[in-house]
Structure formats: C-alpha cells, structure tokens
C-alpha cells in the first residue's frame, strides 16, 4: 500500500485479562537462533502520551495532570528493555513536535531503539499524537478511560517507509508482538500488520499478536477485520487475547467475561483454550490471567498457562493496586521475556504474574522492573525492605 504525504525517517540506536499462544520452539536451537538476532523483541506501535491526575484524583474535577509516554506494545517490550534484552519499536511522528521530542526520551530512557517516519503536521488540524485521558480510581471509585485519537499520525503506518529486508533479514528479530490496537486502528495500519507479519514468518521471527478488541474500531468494518485478523491470526505463533477477543475477533465460543467466582470458570477457559488448540494446531503453548476487581485499589489476580502437556494455575491472590493500567501488558511482558530466556511453563507463568503485579504498582503504564529478583520477591510474597 503506497504512503501519500511526504516523509523523512528518524532513528535511535540506543536512544488484562490476556490469552497467550506460542508455537514452543525446541530448547536446544533457541539460544542459538536468538544469539543471531539483533533483537530480542519488535514492536510496531503508534505512540501517545497519557494524562493522568494527581493524587488519584477525577479527571473531570482536576486541574494538575502527570503526562508519560505510553502505548499497550511498548508496554509490553518494556519488561525485556528494562532486564537487558535489545528491543525496537517501529512508529511515527510528527516532525518538528514538541510531544514527539518528548517521547523519543522517553523511548530512550526506557532503553529501546526506535525507527520510523516523521510527517510534517501540516496545518493546526493536522497530524498528531493520540491522547490518553485516565485517572487511577480510588477505592470504590473505579478508573475511567478516554482515548483522544483524532489526527493520530500513527494512523498513516505504512511498510513502505521501513526497510523491513534490513530489520529481518540482515539485523533479525526474535518476536514480534503485533496489536490489534494497531490493525484496527486504520486500513493502513491494517495493511501493515499483515505485511509484517508476513515478512517476519518468511525470516524466521515468531510473531505474537494481542486481539485486543475495541468495539469502537471494528464499528462497521466488521468482515475487513475479522478477515485480516484471521490471517494474521493464522501466521502467529503467540496469541493473546481474553475471553471476549477471541469470541469477538476470531468467533471461538469462551467463557462469560470478568466478574466473580473466577476459580470456578477455570474450566471453562481450559474448554476454551481447547477450541483455540483446535482452530490453530500448530499453537503448543497457552496462557490467559484471571482478574477480579475487589476495590480500585485491591484485586485478586491470577493465570493460567500450559504447554499443551503441563498446566500452571495460579489461583487468584490479593494485590494491591496503584494503577491498573498497563496490569495485562505487564504479564504478556513478563511472559514473553521468560520465553525468550528459554524457561519452563511454570517460571514463565509466574514471572508473567508478577511483572502484571508490579505494574500496577507503578504510576506509569509499563512495568520497570529495577531486576529479575524484584520480580521473584513480588512472586513470594516478600515485601520487606532490602537494603
């Protein structure tokens, strides 16, 4: 699909209730394969900056916000960039922009590569970054979420303005986690999931894709997505998605979504993880997390995830919640990183559980974990202080 508007391209070198299914590569070849891979971890994304109140205030009664950059994708590859993977994020800016200026920083901070086109704003209804409006709740009152995406430049995302020979064929990439935030996002975000996709399954990189449902997208454009969504389906190795994301995205029959008595709908997603197994026979390897909402600030949070041979279930257990945004990301981070380190079933699962925990203790939208210990501490239970 062909790009309209003039561009030049900017680069930096070093600058939720979620089902997963991975295609389980054989131990002895991963660390070879992953060793001749410049990255460990691709994101394509369209980054924005989030507004979130002060002292878990209202947004609609505040007067004083926190802004960060943020995105689901990139918040799922921060778990790795922060343990020392080598990650990148392919986007778009808008050039010469203050809020692209900032999130470059930001990207840089978090320690992520990031390549992508910068088009000219044009005029002031022109090109820009969405804007996220979300408070954090406080006790029996919940969160509440506004997505301003009018102008989103990431809406213009296109193969043709990436050389994707040099960053699969020549660097390499280990995973890609593709969105369906990004392939519903527009047509041509659309059209560039399943390019990539393509591409990364013809070199050899294994490709995740998060259904991540959005009634508000897919509005009228139902049989467009389902289609591209069915064939990126088809070309991934990772699935991720919750209940409703698979019976709205791909029409494979799950539980009731959310709510209470979730140790006794175990079951229920096992049966669904089966028909998933069924609907994609090369998938081996499945997760998805449990949540219920006590208070914005306490929920009871577990996973389950199995091989297809061994299952790991983790009952649901009190955490406590500063933010809950970004909670799915961290688990699908925490998951994928241990993937990518080779572990089994039950320590993937577990550092998936606990990367979800830590981020919804952090008043950012991604998980920063200070190392893999800080993760295992939160795993066991142990929050005292280490000096």
């Not at 979620?18 to 992953?34: A, G, H, R, V, Y």
């Not at 029959?253 to 140790?263: A, F, N, Q, R, V």
């Not at 933010?323 to 550092?351: E, H, M, N, S, T």
Request: with cysteine; net charge negative.
């Amino acid at each position: 699909m062909a790009c309209e508007l003039k561009k030049s391209f900017t680069s930096s070198e070093k600058a939720v209730n979620n089902l997963l299914i991975i295609d389980k590569p054989l131990e002895e070849n991963k660390m070879t394969e992953t060793a001749s891979k410049k990255y460990a971890l691709l994101v394509p994304t369209s980054m924005g900056v989030r507004l979130t109140p002060v002292d878990s205030q209202p947004f609609h009664c505040s007067d004083t916000f926190k802004m960060m950059a943020s995105s689901a994708e990139s918040n799922v590859a921060s778990v790795s960039s922060y343990l020392g993977l080598p990650v990148k994020v392919l986007t778009a800016f808008v050039k010469d922009s203050p809020v692209s200026h900032f999130i470059k920083d930001n990207l840089g901070s978090r320690r992520m590569d990031f390549e992508g086109p910068e088009f000219e704003q044009g005029d002031p209804w022109g090109f820009r970054h969405q804007i996220n409006m979300a408070d954090s709740g406080w006790g029996s009152r919940g969160p509440r979420v506004q997505n301003d995406r009018a102008g989103e430049v990431g809406r213009e995302l296109c193969v043709d303005d990436f050389d994707l020979d040099r960053i699969f064929a020549k660097e390499g990439v280990e995973i890609v986690h593709l969105s369906g935030l990004i392939a519903a996002l527009s047509p041509k975000t659309c059209q560039f999931c399943l390019d990539i996709a393509r591409v990364a399954k013809k070199n050899g990189s294994r490709i995740s894709f998060d259904l991540n449902h959005r009634a508000s997208f897919w509005k009228g454009r139902e049989d467009e997505l389902a289609n591209a969504f069915a064939e990126i389906a088809s070309l991934s190795d990772i699935l991720i998605g919750n209940e409703e994301d698979f019976q709205l995205c791909l029409g494979i029959e799950g539980p009731e979504s959310g709510g209470k008595g979730l140790d006794e709908k175990i079951d229920g997603f096992k049966e669904m993880i089966g028909r998933v197994q069924a609907a994609y026979p090369n998938a081996t390897y499945f997760g998805t997390t449990l949540r219920e909402v006590v208070s914005a600030n306490c929920h009871m949070w577990g996973a389950l995830v199995t091989d297809g041979t061994d299952w790991e279930i983790i009952k649901p257990r009190e955490i406590g919640v500063l933010d809950r945004i970004g909670g799915g990301d961290g688990f699908v981070g925490g998951l994928l990183y241990g993937i990518l380190k080779g572990w089994d079933v039950q320590k993937c699962a577990r550092f998936g559980w606990a990367s979800g925990a830590l981020a919804a203790t952090m008043l950012t939208d991604y998980a920063q974990p200070a190392d893999e210990d800080q993760l295992w501490s939160i795993w066991e239970g142990n929050a005292r202080v280490k000096r």
